[in-house]
């Protein structure tokens, strides 16, 4: 069993378009992430749950919306995409106080 | 405000050599610090982490990492590398109690036959 699993792997997208991204966990843990890592491969963190609430929210645009049903899930909603929003989005959870982080497998984001 | 460097942006080693991956941080008290590895289309797995206690960690796949309050240091080292071992590292620093891990940029590692 995958421990966070997101979807899809891949996603094309035209400049515009709304999209989203889910993450699931089935670790247990309390907290989850989404990163987002540039071409470069510098790793930026975007927000985090704990328990259903938000607790960082970065400086990213608003158009960037997480969701967390409940704690297992962390989905992501992209409004009016750009194309400087292509990267691979990574979601993540742990344990909660900086506990080790474990990854899903990416998603990887192309806004043409 | 917590932050990592990673001063080299990619290394090249034989394989069978030795490996030091630097990493440097910036924090006000004893941060968590941690390595991980990512390989090509995977996302992030760990490698060791420190809290406290020994500055000398033991980690997977035969790494290990020293803790070095002095320099603000924390070395990723491996005695002899395999061609497996290609990735990219990453230096991260998490803040007591909180919830925020800050990566480096990473350093790409390079095996050569």
């Known amino acids: 069993d995958t421990a966070v699993s997101q979807t899809p792997k891949y996603l094309v997208t035209q400049m515009g378009n709304d999209k989203s991204i889910k993450c699931e966990q089935n670790l247990g843990h309390d907290t989850m992430y989404w990163y987002k890592q540039d071409s470069k491969k510098f790793l930026k963190i975007m927000f985090s749950y704990n328990n259903k609430e938000l607790i960082i929210n970065e400086t990213v645009p608003n158009r960037f919306s997480p969701k967390s049903p409940d704690k297992a899930h962390l989905n992501l909603h992209i409004n009016s995409l750009e194309l400087g929003d292509s990267a691979v989005y990574f979601c993540a959870s742990g344990g909660g106080n900086n506990e080790k982080l474990f990854f899903g497998s990416g998603t990887q984001l192309s806004v043409l | 405000a917590q932050s990592v460097t990673q001063p080299d942006i990619h290394i090249t080693v034989s394989e069978g050599a030795s490996l030091e991956l630097r990493c440097n941080y910036s924090?006000?008290?004893?941060?968590?610090l941690f390595w991980y590895v990512q390989s090509p289309g995977q996302g992030l797995q760990l490698l060791l982490k420190y809290f406290s206690g020994d500055t000398l960690v033991q980690g997977i796949k035969g790494f290990e990492a020293e803790f070095k309050r002095s320099q603000s240091s924390f070395n990723l080292r491996k005695p002899s590398v395999h061609w497996s071992d290609a990735a990219e590292y990453f230096c991260a620093v998490a803040s007591t109690g909180g919830f925020k891990t800050i990566f480096g940029a990473g350093t790409r590692l390079f095996v050569k036959a």
């Open positions: 924090y006000g008290a004893t941060p968590y």
